[in-house]
């Protein structure tokens, strides 16, 4: 179960934006979220932010971020997140961004991204 899945306007030209969102995991057993897919950007990978030589910088996830059962993984500004790589047309404020997230064993879940506002949290 997604809650609360969105990203932020980006400017007309930029190559990349974020995703973000609560995943909540209503099922007994652990998942792991490999990643996503989504027909506005070439591709999807997961980033966590990390302290390195004293800046903060954004490195991708190997092997997925597991989800424990009855937990939930929240991926917001400054933490972990959606990287939309590639962007195929700029994101405006109030649009929605399809998105599909693939877990382990073939699991695929659509959801949506609203577009905020500009400003503020996580620029690249
Ligand atoms: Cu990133």
Redesign the pocket.
């Known amino acids: 179960m997604i809650a609360d899945a969105w990203t932020k306007a980006t400017p007309p030209g930029a190559a990349?934006g974020?995703g973000y969102m609560t995943i909540r995991n209503e099922g007994g057993a652990a998942v792991r979220l490999l990643g996503g897919e989504t027909v506005a950007a070439e591709r999807v990978?997961i980033?966590t932010m990390a302290m390195d030589g004293g800046v903060m910088s954004?490195r991708p996830v190997e092997g997925g971020l597991e989800v424990s059962g009855g937990g939930a993984l929240e991926l917001k500004p400054g933490g972990m997140?959606l990287?939309l790589i590639g962007l195929k047309q700029a994101f405006g404020e109030g649009e929605s961004v399809p998105l599909t997230l693939v877990f382990d064993g073939g699991v695929r879940v659509e959801t949506a991204l609203a577009v905020r506002a500009m400003g503020g949290g996580h620029d690249?």
């Open positions: 990349v974020a990978e980033h954004m997140h990287m690249h």
